[in-house]
Every structure is written in structure tokens, then in C-alpha cells.
């Protein structure tokens, strides 16, 4: 069964270092979204992603987020210069579109610690 | 926020159904009812979705109500692998319409 990827699994980083977390959507999918979860809070929308541009973005992806399809199968997220904030799990999901404007699958996450 | 209400936690004997309401009651007549859950700190994951009609795949039914106002999941045996957070999530039809993940349902299962 296909699933969406994700790598690395966690990352560890430096106030102020840029990161990147990459994503493998579902090869025939079309509409890619990042999420992420502070440990003990609820999952927030970031950005979603289609026909290479940003369809909608959500107040918390602010100008040091950026998403990118570099090519035909991966999906980065970069932070730019990180906070302590950013710490928590970013999870990447892909849909088709289908009735009820498709299901998302979401991958295994990536934990994003900021020290 | 989140257009949806739904308890807090609940509990399930193993080997039972676990039913868990959700209310809905400014659902448009263009969204649909989306239900994932959440295993510890995994990715969400799809259970079932619906609009008007019931529906039932093989993980879960959903009962939907005749005004819409509210719906109801059902995993028909509960094992101890369903332990999770369950989410009740109202969406529109657009194909990149993000999901908005409220707090849930956590159902325990207990042996």
C-alpha cells in the first residue's frame, strides 16, 4: 500500500540554523500540506501546496517558512532560521482530489527540536 | 477553530463496540464529515468520511444524522491497537481545503 514518507525522523538543530524536512507524497497525488503538532497541542495546518504554487497558508507559516517540489516526488518544508517555538512534529500529507475533496494520508512525522 | 464538539475521552471493553459522537451543528450543506485518529505520536490517520449518507468501510462505520448535525463513529470490535485520539472534522469540498483538527476523543480500550 502506498504511503507518504518522511526523513529525517527527527532533527535536532540550533537556534537560528536553517532546516530542511522532506516529504515523499503518494506518487499520484496532486494537493501536498505540511502540519505540525507542539508536543501536547493540537495538529495546525501550515501551508498546502498545489500545482507548484502555495494554495493557502495559515498565520503560523510566516516569511521564515518556504515550501518546495524540487522535483517529481519530494516535498520540502525549510524553516529559515529556527526558534525554540519550532519545536515540535511537522507531519506532511498528499490527497487526490475526490469526493469530498479527497483524504489526506499523512506521513509518519518528523520531530523537530530546537535547543 | 474547529467546527465540530466532541467528548473529551472515553472508554471501550475490549472486544465491544466503541461509538463515538461528534456534533456538528453548523455543518454547511456542502461539507463533508471526516473522522481520523491518532496513535501516540503517529501521523493521522484516515479512518472514514461521509456526507449525508452512512458509511462503512473496513474500519469503521459512520452514522450520520438526518439533519446533520451530528454524526457518530463506530469501530465494531474494539481491539487495543484502536487506543487513540479520534478526530471529528468538518471539510468542504475543495480539493485543498486544509483539515482543522480540534482536540478529539481519546478512547481507551481496556483488556
Known amino acids: 500500500e502506498p504511503e507518504v514518507t518522511q526523513t529525517p525522523s527527527h532533527q535536532v538543530t540550533q537556534m537560528g540554523q536553517e532546516v530542511i524536512l522532506r516529504c515523499v507524497p503518494i506518487?499520484?497525488?496532486?494537493?501536498f500540506y505540511w502540519y505540525r503538532q507542539i508536543l501536547g497541542q493540537k495538529v495546525e495546518f501550515l501551508v498546502s501546496?498545489?500545482?507548484?504554487?502555495?494554495?493557502?497558508k495559515s498565520e503560523i507559516f510566516d516569511d521564515q517558512f518556504s515550501v518546495e517540489r524540487p522535483d517529481g516526488s519530494n516535498f520540502t518544508l525549510k524553516i529559515r532560521s529556527t526558534k525554540l517555538e519550532d519545536s515540535a512534529m511537522y507531519f506532511c500529507?498528499?490527497?487526490?482530489?475526490?469526493?469530498?475533496?479527497?483524504?489526506?494520508?499523512f506521513g509518519p512525522g518528523t520531530r523537530l527540536t530546537v535547543t | 477553530d474547529a467546527k465540530t464538539t466532541q467528548p473529551t475521552s472515553m472508554d471501550c471493553a475490549e472486544g465491544r463496540a466503541a461509538n463515538l459522537p461528534c456534533n456538528h451543528s453548523?455543518?454547511?450543506?456542502?461539507?463533508?464529515v471526516y473522522w481520523y485518529r491518532q496513535i501516540h505520536s503517529q501521523g493521522p490517520q484516515y479512518i472514514i468520511h461521509?456526507?449525508?449518507n452512512n458509511e462503512t468501510n473496513e474500519m469503521a462505520s459512520l452514522i450520520i444524522t438526518e439533519d446533520r448535525k451530528s454524526s457518530t463513529l463506530i469501530l465494531p470490535h474494539a481491539t487495543l491497537r484502536d487506543t487513540a485520539v479520534y478526530y471529528c472534522?468538518?471539510?468542504?469540498?475543495?480539493?485543498?481545503?486544509?483539515?482543522?483538527f480540534g482536540k478529539g476523543t481519546r478512547l481507551s480500550v481496556i483488556a
Open positions: 500529507a498528499s490527497s487526490n482530489h475526490g469526493q469530498g475533496g479527497g483524504e489526506q494520508y
Open positions: 506518487s499520484n497525488h496532486l494537493y
Open positions: 501546496f498545489y500545482n507548484n504554487e502555495i494554495s493557502e
Open positions: 453548523t455543518i454547511s450543506g456542502n461539507e463533508y
Open positions: 461521509g456526507l449525508k
Open positions: 472534522i468538518v471539510r468542504g469540498v475543495s480539493g485543498n481545503t486544509p483539515l482543522v
